[in-house]
C-alpha cells in the first residue's frame, strides 16, 4: 500500500509540474495574440505564422495541463449528489467514473488519433495557411500527451480510492485527500 502512496505522489507531482510549465503558455498566446493586432491595426501588416502559433499554444496548453486539471478536480462533474458525500462514496465514484468514463474515453482517443499523429509526422505536416508554421505534427502529438497525463491521473485517482477504500487512509498524500464539503 505504500507502493500505490508513492505512485500517486510521483503522477500527482508530474501533473503539477506540467500543469505549471504550460500555465505560461497563456502568457505566450496573450503576448502573441497582442502583437498580431497591434500589426494588424497599427502597421496594416500581418504574419500567418504568429496567428498560427498563438492557436497551436492554446490547444497544447490545454491538452497538456488536462491531467493537472483533473488533480485539482477542475473537469466539469455533477455535484449535486458527490459533493455532500463521504469520503468512502466519494473515492467509490471516482473509481467508477475512472474505470467506466474516463478509461473508454482514452482508449478511444488513443486508438482513433495515434494513426492521425503518425501520418502527421510521416509527412512532417505544417500549417494549411500559406505563409504559416511548420511542425503541425508536434501540435497533434499533443492528442497523445493529453491521454497520458489525463490517464495518469486517472490511475491515480483509482490508486486513491483503493487506499482510502481498504482504510488506507493515512497514505493517502496530504495535498490529495478529500476537502470536506467539496
Request: glycine share 8%.
Amino acid at each position: 500500500m505504500k507502493m500505490l502512496s508513492l505512485l500517486i505522489r510521483l503522477i500527482c507531482r508530474i501533473n503539477l509540474i506540467l500543469g505549471h510549465v504550460f500555465s505560461w503558455f497563456s502568457l505566450g498566446i496573450v503576448l502573441v495574440c497582442f502583437t498580431v493586432v497591434v500589426m494588424r491595426y497599427f502597421f496594416s501588416s500581418g504574419s500567418v505564422w504568429m496567428q498560427d502559433l498563438y492557436v497551436w499554444l492554446n490547444g497544447m496548453m490545454f491538452m497538456g495541463i488536462a491531467g493537472f486539471t483533473l488533480l485539482q478536480n477542475g473537469h466539469v462533474r455533477v455535484d449535486i449528489f458527490y459533493r455532500p458525500a463521504g469520503i468512502r462514496r466519494k473515492a467509490l465514484v471516482d473509481m467508477i467514473g475512472a474505470i467506466v468514463f474516463i478509461a473508454p474515453f482514452l482508449y478511444i482517443i488513443s486508438v482513433y488519433s495515434f494513426p492521425y499523429v503518425q501520418r502527421s509526422w510521416r509527412f512532417m505536416e505544417g500549417s494549411a495557411n500559406f505563409g504559416g508554421m511548420q511542425g503541425l505534427y508536434v501540435v497533434k502529438s499533443f492528442i497523445l500527451v493529453f491521454v497520458a497525463v489525463v490517464a495518469l491521473q486517472a490511475l491515480a485517482m483509482v490508486m486513491r480510492s483503493i487506499l482510502i477504500l481498504s482504510n488506507n487512509e493515512a497514505l493517502v498524500p496530504e495535498s490529495y485527500r478529500y476537502k470536506e464539503g467539496g
